[in-house]
């Protein structure tokens, strides 16, 4: 009987964690769009930056960490985790109430991004993300990870709550439908024919001055009006004569 052979061990690729780095700005900015590509399609607000120029702005500011999680499968490694953090409330246009978390004396770590390959999705990378993060708190001093995810993005919602996340706040984004009309009529065809016998109609009924008007108006033969004859001069006055006044002594 012929001895099997051993089957051999797969080996799983190892995932690493690094800072990013400004020559990998281009090849993130395209891993985020292949990410978020189908979420943004469902959601109101955008789950990244809207723009390549402000991916590349968040780059240069100050207190914000942007970590690539990298697996070596064959020569180049491959990117299938991106996270974005900030230590403090970043930017003039963030509606982030920073009283709140410090009446409840909560010293947040803010996480602006996570996005994991759709590809590896299911294998551990964003438990792994999500420890990575805690661990920065930890380090760091922070109490809290907080993030915002739409409340429609059902499969998101599921992992952060399963990993012990709750929510803290309760804004939604609400709409109504508004019943409108358009400004303008619509296209209206004409009537065939010569003058619309409403219009005939209206104009023999003038009477008074407007009828005089009408009546007085030349007609187009290209030929001008003759002048108005000026009307008769009036009879002058006589010229009244005033007695002398007697002068008393």
Same mark, same amino acid.
Request: aromatic letters at 8%.
């Given at each position: 009987?012929?001895?099997?052979? *051993? ?13 990013? !780095? ?24 955008? /789950? ?15 207190g914000i960490e942007q970590l690539l999680f990298e697996i070596h499968e064959g020569e180049a490694p491959v990117i299938v985790g991106y996270a974005e953090c900030a230590y403090?409330?970043?930017? @003039? ?14 010293? *947040? =770590? ?6 994991? !390959? $759709?590809?590896? /999705? +299911?294998? +551990?990378? #964003? @438990?792994?993300?999500?420890?990575? =993060?805690? !661990? ?7 109490? !809290? %990870? ?10 998101? %919602? /599921? ?10 706040? &309760? ?14 009529? *619509?296209?209206?065809?004409?009537? @065939? #024919?010569? =003058?619309? $016998?409403?219009? &005939?109609? #209206?104009?023999?009924?003038?009477? #008074?001055?407007?009828? /005089? ?16 004859? $000026?009307? $008769?001069? %009036? ?15």
């Amino acid at each position: 009987m012929a001895s099997r052979k *051993p089957a051999l061990a797969v080996t799983e690729p190892t995932i690493r964690v690094r800072r990013i !780095h400004r020559r990998d700005l281009n090849k993130v900015w395209e891993f985020l769009k292949r990410v978020f590509r189908s979420v943004n399609r469902e959601t109101v607000e955008y /789950q990244r930056p809207r723009t390549k120029t402000r991916f590349l702005e968040i780059y240069e500011e100050e207190g914000i960490e942007q970590l690539l999680f990298e697996i070596h499968e064959g020569e180049a490694p491959v990117i299938v985790g991106y996270a974005e953090c900030a230590y403090e409330v970043i930017g @003039s246009d963030n509606w982030i109430n920073e009283r709140y978390f410090e009446s409840r004396d909560m010293r *947040p =770590l803010f996480v602006e991004e996570i996005a994991i !390959h $759709p590809d590896f /999705q +299911g294998r +551990g990378i #964003g @438990s792994f993300v999500i420890e990575q =993060l805690e !661990h920065l708190a930890r380090v760091r001093g922070c109490t !809290h %990870l907080v993030l915002e995810v739409a409340a429609n993005n059902r499969r998101a %919602l /599921q992992f952060y709550r399963a990993r012990s996340f709750s929510q803290i706040d &309760a804004a939604i984004f609400l709409a109504k439908k508004v019943v409108s009309e358009p400004e303008l009529l *619509p296209p209206r065809t004409l009537r @065939s #024919g010569g =003058l619309d $016998p409403g219009d &005939a109609e #209206g104009m023999s009924e003038a009477t #008074g001055p407007e009828a /005089q008007v009408l009546t007085d108006m030349p007609a187009e033969t290209g030929e001008s009006a003759p002048e108005p004859e $000026p009307p $008769p001069a %009036l009879p002058a006055k006589p010229a009244r004569t005033r007695k002398p006044r007697s002068r008393r002594a």
